[in-house]
């Protein structure tokens, strides 16, 4: 009894021990969880069946990769190395023309990526990915 | 000096707060793909800011989602599922330096079905 009467003396204050303990588990839940990060990739683009968006054939830097992991632009065998070159100049006619990289479906991912990069390098500005058959 | 002095912890409470919520803030959850096959390596890659939700394409053409091997066809309901729950993510492909194009324009087109426009795929910087 004399305890009570000593208590409501004292200031009453809200425990917050219990909410603390909610935040701190939270807090080290989202800290483990967390992962920061991300994933190193390069943009690509399927070209669209829409009609209105269907571009001009004259617009269209095409490169043909084909299976045996040859690269061909216009028609002529080139190296990778030569990809951008060619395709720097197809730009400098043409600077609103976007690249298509058409692909045989057993090429090598990793020459498409190279090839893309390339395009890229080579600035053309959207590069969109077809299949061949 | 009657009182009994306890540690004042409200500033503590502000900073554990603070970190709380940046926690949250930040916190995406990217689901593993099971496998990590060898990424080509490209000089114009970037970090995609948004890329959260990972496929892979290993050397023998297998599709990897969620730690488990996936068919082509279920590719798209995964996607739309995936997507419904973040909808403003978008999927980074990994594929291996030797998979084949024609697996990766498969998949491309099973994401595109599935409402999600912004596709990319992942590569190793230089």
Do not use: C, Y
């Amino acid at each position: 009894m004399k305890r009570r009467i000593k208590k409501k003396n004292e200031e009453s204050e809200i425990n917050i021990t219990p909410m603390l303990d909610i935040v701190f588990i939270m807090l080290i839940f989202f800290i483990v969880t967390t992962s920061f990060v991300k994933e190193i990739s390069i943009d690509v683009n399927r070209p669209t069946k829409s009609p209105i968006k269907e571009q001009k054939k004259s617009d269209v830097i095409s490169v043909r990769i084909l299976d045996s992991g040859q690269i061909l632009i216009q028609e002529r065998l080139i190296s990778l190395d030569a990809v951008r070159a060619n395709i720097e100049s197809s730009l400098a006619l043409k600077p609103q023309a976007s690249v298509v990289v058409v692909s045989d479906r057993d090429a090598d991912a990793g020459l498409l990526v190279r090839v893309i990069d390339q395009s890229r390098l080579a600035g053309a500005s959207s590069v969109s990915l077809a299949a061949q058959k | 000096m009657e009182e009994e002095s306890e540690i004042n912890i409200t500033p503590m409470m502000d900073i554990v707060f603070i970190m709380l919520i940046f926690f949250i803030v930040t916190t995406s959850f990217i689901k593993e793909t099971g496998v990590d096959p060898s990424r080509p390596e490209a000089e114009t890659a970037a970090r995609a800011e948004q890329g959260n939700i990972l496929i892979a394409v290993t050397p023998s053409d297998q599709i990897w989602m969620n730690k488990n091997p996936v068919e082509l066809q279920s590719v798209r309901i995964l996607m739309e599922a995936a997507h419904a729950e973040n909808p403003e993510s978008s999927v980074v492909i990994v594929a291996d330096e030797l998979a084949s194009t024609g697996i990766i324009i498969d998949v491309m087109d099973q994401i595109r079905l599935s409402g999600i426009s912004k596709v990319s795929i992942a590569a190793r910087e230089k």
